[in-house]
């Protein structure tokens, strides 16, 4: 270590791989004191474990990352130290059940953030969160990361209270994590041990007995999924707890829609032409307005693609259904062998009447609109697909793995693979031979289809919103703390990229559609706003009534259709058209 530098106070843990001290920073005129980790044997190069360790910290529930260094005898990280007590410190327990469902949502969200780049923390319990405001989580391994097609490490460590069946046999994934932090909840909620609520002569956990307060029904469900003893019952990732713990009951969710919408608006009917005013333009541009046509009660939509007046969804058990849009109350599953999970993607082809879709059951579809069957069925061992894109000659399909793969049409092969993504790509596009991508690992990146390479890499903020204008030189991007932003990405290669901030001040985006002619853009937020801004300044021209948290947008610049979280699918037509 460098005694020159710093000055161990006292030791904070110590393992196979390494150890962790309490240091202090001995520059002259100053006194900082930090968290040392050291690694014996590095695993990988100092530079690129230092750039993740960088992007990781970069979030406000993580120690921050100050330095790093390498000797003979091993690598060395220095960490912002939090000086804050745990959270059973600080706080009396038991606590009550929304305090504890607001802190596991944050945590969830962190934990997201976490294993987005392959770590784990392996060792949650509640000497490592600290509760500044919001809740802190240290020490997590820095250097052991999941590979991408065994998700799975070969472990030590982690205290025996807390550690998941299968980290205690010495394997740590995933779902460790989540089996922890649901411990540390259930620890909250009655202020006991883990080894006083479960029962071994019974085989069974007594916890629900030892809750001071009745628990809602959803987290109650959520609670006894995260703990499941077995790894095919229990959650696999956050973003599932995440999605069950926010979700309310269907009925509840329409009513709150409804009470959204025009009074005189029914569901399964032609829409009346009335629709509320909205309030005053910033500027002197003029407003647009829309009249709701229908509104579909169809399931939960997760997929929306739009063609010539024909509506495509995909929904969250695996059905394709179309609609044309001159009587939309008509919708028709595809039928023959379907999708058996989630959509997560449709598509059309821009000539032929064949529809694309991605499903979380592993494949891609390809169907017959004329015959209205399934004409092939691409499939690959392990694959997740989680977006797709048609740019002739290619079907384009990223997945959860970080693979974007590109398939000659005519042959239904693929010709060519990106790999350069660290973990889950959110969503694809692409235009003129450039494709575009975002994921999980904060990253924008920028290819060439015709060069079959990677153009360009600029970090971003977590999104799940990604727009390319139709001359494929700009990105527009709708991020999590709900700012839109436009990419110039048709520049030199090798220049930086600026972004333009085009938009701001929204809830969470969950997802954007540019018109044609790239002159409106449509935002859709996990909040009850649809938005409509001007592709050119970023005002707001048009705020439609809309069902909570919108879940997918289609849109051609004259109709715009909205599927979200209360069950239904509303198709706006512009006026005076």
């Known amino acids: 270590?460098?005694?020159?530098?710093?000055?161990i106070i006292e030791p904070l843990g110590k393992g196979v791989n390494g150890q962790t001290n309490l240091a202090r920073l001995l520059n002259p005129g100053e006194s900082q004191v930090c968290v040392v980790k050291q690694v014996y044997t590095p695993q990988e190069p100092l530079e690129s474990l230092t750039k993740r360790l960088t992007a990781v910290t970069q979030h406000p529930q993580f120690p921050t990352l100050l330095n790093s260094w390498q000797t003979?005898?091993?690598?060395?990280?220095?960490f912002e130290y939090i000086t804050a007590a745990s959270i059973n410190q600080t706080e009396i327990l038991p606590w009550p059940p929304h305090q504890v469902e607001a802190w596991l949502l944050s945590l969830l969200t962190l934990l997201e953030h976490l294993h987005s780049f392959r770590l784990v923390h392996g060792d949650i319990r509640p000497i490592n969160i600290r509760q500044v405001g919001q809740p802190i989580l240290v020490d997590f391994r820095i250097t052991q990361r999941l590979k991408r097609q065994n998700p799975t490490l070969a472990t030590t460590g982690g205290d025996a209270a807390y550690a998941a069946p299968e980290q205690a046999l010495g394997t740590l994934v995933y779902a460790s994590d989540l089996y922890s932090l649901g411990l540390v909840a259930i620890h909250l909620l009655?202020?006991?041990?883990?080894?006083?609520?479960?029962?071994?002569?019974?085989?069974?956990?007594?916890?629900?007995?030892?809750?001071?307060?009745?628990?809602p029904k959803k987290l109650s469900q959520v609670l006894h999924k995260m703990l499941k003893r077995s790894l095919e019952d229990r959650y696999a990732k956050a973003e599932h707890v995440i999605k069950d713990l926010k979700q309310t009951s269907p009925q509840t969710l329409l009513n709150k829609a409804r009470g959204f919408l025009p009074k005189n608006l029914t569901i399964n009917k032609a829409l009346s032409r009335a629709i509320a005013p909205a309030p005053a333009l910033p500027n002197s541009l003029e407003r647009i307005s829309w009249q709701p046509l229908y509104q579909l009660q169809t399931g939960i939509t997760t997929a929306l693609a739009l063609k010539n007046g024909t509506l495509a969804l995909g929904a969250n058990d695996g059905k394709v259904l179309l609609c044309n849009l001159a009587d939309a109350t008509n919708v028709y599953p595809l039928p023959g062998r379907g999708h058996r999970d989630r959509i997560t993607a449709l598509a059309f082809h821009p000539h032929k009447s064949i529809l694309y879709s991605a499903s979380n059951d592993g494949t891609v579809k390809l169907w017959d609109l004329v015959q209205g069957t399934v004409i092939q069925t691409l499939k690959q061992s392990g694959w997740?697909?989680?977006d797709l894109a048609v740019a002739l000659p290619y079907l384009i399909v990223s997945d959860g793995a970080g693979l974007i793969a590109v398939w000659d049409l005519d042959r239904l092969e693929i010709c060519h693979r990106f790999n350069q993504h660290q973990d889950w790509v959110n969503r694809i596009a692409a235009k003129r031979k450039r494709l575009v991508s975002i994921g999980r690992d904060l990253t924008l990146r920028v290819w060439s289809l015709s060069e079959k390479r990677l153009l360009q890499t600029v970090p971003i903020t977590a999104s799940k919103g990604l727009a390319l204008h139709p001359n494929g030189d700009y990105v527009v991007i709708g991020d999590d703390r709900g700012e839109v932003t436009v990419w110039p990405v048709g520049q030199v290669v090798g220049q930086p990229l600026e972004a333009m901030q085009l938009c701001s001040g929204l809830d969470s985006i969950t997802s954007i559609a540019l018109s044609p002619d790239a002159r409106l853009l449509a935002v859709g937020t996990d909040g009850?706003?649809?938005?409509?801004?001007?592709?050119?300044?970023?005002q707001c021209v048009s705020e439609l009534a809309q069902g909570w948290g919108v879940v997918a947008i289609a849109f051609d610049g004259h109709t715009l259709i909205s599927s979200s979280q209360d069950e239904t699918v509303t198709i706006w037509q512009r006026n005076n058209d």
């Open 1 to 7: 270590m460098h005694s020159t530098r710093y000055e």
């Open 72 to 78: 003979p005898d091993g690598q060395f990280f220095s």
């Open 190 to 215: 009655t202020g006991f041990s883990p080894f006083d609520l479960y029962s071994v002569a019974d085989n069974r956990w007594i916890w629900p007995d030892l809750v001071a307060q009745p628990l």
């Open 384 to 386: 997740q697909p989680t």
């Open 528 to 538: 009850n706003a649809l938005r409509v801004y001007d592709g050119a300044c970023g």
